[in-house]
């Protein structure tokens, strides 16, 4: 069993920048594909950015592109997520995931979650 923690969320104003942190208790070939989603009151989950670990290859959804960056550190087995210049629309509880390395953007290939972290973009 593979336990994702999260931590680095809170309330910042608009244009501000955040770093979320997601530590895995192990790394697994079902851990191959770490990725962050976010859900919104009221929407759907969404894909956020996903990184391979063994490459490091990265994608990102476009409404992010250009603001975060996903980032890993193998020796700690973590995965970071910086967020620079958030907007409102930022808001959302966000999920650290991990998969195998064909997860894709979609988070049923994903085999582990997070318990979320809270951030709040203010105007």
């Known amino acids: 069993q593979v336990h994702l923690v999260e931590s680095g969320g809170g309330l910042v104003q608009a244009g501000d920048s955040l770093r979320l942190s997601c530590a895995a208790s192990t790394h697994t070939f079902r851990t191959n594909t770490r990725a962050w989603f976010r859900q919104a009151p009221g929407k759907e989950r969404e894909f956020v950015a996903r990184i391979k670990w063994s490459t490091g290859g990265t994608d990102y959804n476009d409404s992010v592109k250009g603001r975060f960056t996903i980032s890993r550190d193998n020796a700690k087995n973590t995965v970071y997520l910086q967020m620079n210049s958030l907007k409102p629309e930022d808001t959302a509880v966000y999920y650290c995931?991990?998969?195998?390395?064909?997860?894709?953007?979609?988070?049923?290939?994903?085999?582990?979650w997070g318990q979320g972290t809270q951030v709040t973009v203010s105007s």
């Open positions: 995931a991990a998969g195998v390395a064909s997860a894709t953007t979609y988070q049923f290939g994903y085999d582990y």
